[in-house]
């Protein structure tokens, strides 16, 4: 029986995923410009009140400031990004988990991504390479959100705390990534710079992952 690769949606899967991930980091260049006017707002004013009081109060004054400066510029601005790493990044792995169960299906076979051992993208990986005969080897992209996985997991599991050794494989991949920052034992810090640059690479691995999936269709 031909497989209507429309009706299941796996020919336009990936672009789909790119859209939803556009659309995320859209929302992300509009939180952070939220913080940035309310810091402007609240900075404006400070400087009104500053006027109005001699220089001698001038301390105090930004003193009484200094919590609402704090949410604004750092407090804020972290949630919002440690949140969003983490709400991205389950994101792809529900849509690589979705795109194996469409593949499945596809085929027709009783084999589901449940049955094999492991979890997350690595087993999404595997289901692909071994039951659908993806070619991940030219999916430069999929390095990347395996490391993005570690960094995942230290967050959930350890509050971003790195890990002590130096030489550490998610402390390298932290000085040497855009928008990270961190010494080993310290918290890792993201900088918004670091969503743009996430998403970016994410398009070019949903890229990278669609011309497998066009080779899979090819094959019916």
């Not at 704090?70 to 709400?87: A, C, E, G, M, W």
Request: charged share 30%; aromatic share 10%; net charge negative.
């Amino acid at each position: 029986m031909k497989v209507d690769f429309f009706e299941n949606g796996l020919c336009f899967y990936c672009d789909l995923a790119r859209r939803e991930l556009q659309e995320l980091a859209d929302f992300h260049f509009l939180t952070e410009k939220l913080w940035r006017r309310e810091d402007e707002i609240l900075q404006e004013e400070i400087e009104g009140i500053l006027k109005k009081y001699p220089k001698s109060s001038e301390e105090d004054i930004v003193d009484s400031y200094a919590w609402d400066l704090h949410l604004n510029q750092f407090k804020y601005p972290d949630i919002h990004r440690s949140t969003l790493v983490i709400s991205i990044y389950v994101f792809v792995e529900d849509q690589l988990n979705g795109l194996c169960d469409t593949l499945a299906t596809s085929m027709g076979t009783p084999l589901k991504l449940t049955d094999l051992s492991g979890q997350g993208i690595e087993r999404a990986c595997l289901f692909l390479t071994k039951v659908a005969g993806f070619d991940l080897s030219g999916v430069s992209g999929l390095s990347f959100v395996k490391e993005v996985s570690r960094l995942r997991n230290k967050m959930v599991h350890a509050g971003g705390v790195l890990s002590a050794d130096s030489n550490d494989r998610l402390n390298r991949f932290v000085q040497t990534t855009e928008g990270l920052r961190g010494d080993p034992g310290d918290r890792v810090h993201i900088n918004q710079d670091f969503i743009t640059h996430f998403t970016a690479e994410l398009g070019k691995f949903f890229d990278e992952l669609d011309i497998e999936v066009q080779k899979f269709m090819a094959r019916f």
